[in-house]
């Protein structure tokens, strides 16, 4: 089993998506069950025994006391600690102790100095709990001038700032291809939620603004839903409430691999520092990497974005929006990067957790959990979690793998777009047929349009 599943992973990584939600390819979609556990889901993978671990510890010991946890590459949990007491209690609690210069609040006091100074577009920061320091990077477009003022500032601060310029830009990833057209833009789909009474999708918040009206296709004949709730810059998370009849039917929550498969999603949380991660989209496919940094800050040409995770799983334009998982667990959903999957780089995620948490919504296909409101992130390891306990992070498989199909006579949008004929001319006429989807369909909210194009110019696809 886990070498089948290796081999769906490997073969997803060389194909893109077969289409998507929004631009990016990675669908929230039905699906077929062709691998299923009756699993009670009682245990948890090693990656977040590990995490937890860590993070009790950094929680009993205090801020003053360590500078983070993360997961080694042998899958034991590793603290940072600033002296010998805090390196015993790690050390009795099973977990592996890594004595540090810097705290966690000298690390925060830093990373407040770097949020308070003019913003420079271009540049983003994270704590490196591995290395005890902040890394600051500054893309091709940071001029000498704004280089040097940033490094006289870092030096101000200390040795606890390292400064790394870096290859490519930062740029919030909307130009892709294979798309789905609204009022702003195109972007990619990442979990279907719910608050209860109507589903939606969540995706990213710079895809476009409040009122944005989708379609599933390049003429604007299928219309999906419209964008109810947007927040970017600051955060990056937006809600597209589907049109009557169009929501995937209760309960799914399947986002597909590529290669006609799909991953059902479980359940909710935080990714921690270590842990093996995956993402997909119609520009790249399945690819994977590793969380290497929490709380990381972007300064996009549109805007300063907070509380992001830090990976090194590669992204391209047409993959933004898109969901980031591990183990059937929803963790984030792609904000932007710089490079590509060619020569790598850095992309950024919206926190599912945060999100869900703001926009008072959670993942659809989950137990209900009591009225009055939306529930908390759930937590809830898939079969594939259970089966890998205790490996290494490294091991990490995305999750129960379903075979991604319609069901019922009635076909949503979600399900038409797992059909490659509904893939190509998307490609094909997507300079000549924007112009005249906004023209034709678009023109009662055209004012709309130009103000958000004018305002976020600069990723506009």
Known sequence: ????????????????????????????????????????????????????????????????????????????????????????????????????????????????????????????????????????????????????????????????????????????????????????????????????????????????????????????????????????????????????????????????????????????????VGQRVFRSGSTSGLRDGKVTALNATVNYPEGTVTGLVETTVCAEPGDSGGPLFSEGIALGVTSGGNGDCKTGGTTFFQPVTKALTALGVTLAGLPAQGAGGAAQPSLAPSASAMASQGGAPGSAAPGAVEAVGETGASETFVSELTDPNNVGPGLLVIGGSVIAFVATRFIRTEQDRNAYRRQYSQSWG
């Open 1 to 272: 089993m886990r070498h089948a599943r290796r081999r769906i992973v490997q073969r997803g990584a060389r194909l893109a998506a077969v289409g998507g939600l929004l631009c990016g390819g990675f669908m929230v979609t039905r699906a077929m069950a062709s691998e299923h556990s009756g699993a009670s889901g009682t245990a948890a993978s090693s990656a977040r025994v590990a995490a937890d671990t860590g993070a009790g510890l950094v929680s009993r010991l205090g801020t003053s006391r360590t500078a983070g946890n993360w997961i080694a590459a042998d899958g034991r949990p590793v603290v940072a600690v600033t002296d010998a007491d805090a390196a015993d209690a790690v050390k009795r609690a099973g977990a592996r102790p890594k004595v540090v210069t810097h705290s966690m609040q000298d690390l925060k006091s830093a990373t407040q100095t770097l949020g308070s100074a003019p913003r420079v577009p271009g540049t983003a920061w994270a704590v490196d709990y591995t290395k005890n320091e902040v890394v600051v990077q500054a893309d091709s477009t940071v001029s000498a001038t704004d280089w040097s003022r940033m490094t006289k500032l870092a030096d101000g601060i200390g040795d606890s700032v390292r400064m790394q310029r870096t290859q490519g830009t930062f740029t919030t990833r909307v130009n892709g291809a294979q798309a789905i057209f609204s009022t702003s833009g195109r972007c990619s789909a990442g979990f279907n939620v719910t608050n209860g009474q109507s589903e939606f999708i969540l995706t990213a918040g710079h895809c476009g603004p409040a009122g944005s009206v989708w379609f599933s296709d390049n003429t604007g004949k299928q219309q999906v839903g419209r964008t109810v709730t947007t927040a970017f810059p600051g955060s990056d998370f937006s809600l597209i409430q589907y049109d009557t009849g169009q929501q995937t039917s209760a309960g799914n929550n399947v986002v597909s691999i590529g290669g006609g498969n799909g991953v059902r999603i479980t359940g909710a949380a935080d990714p921690a």
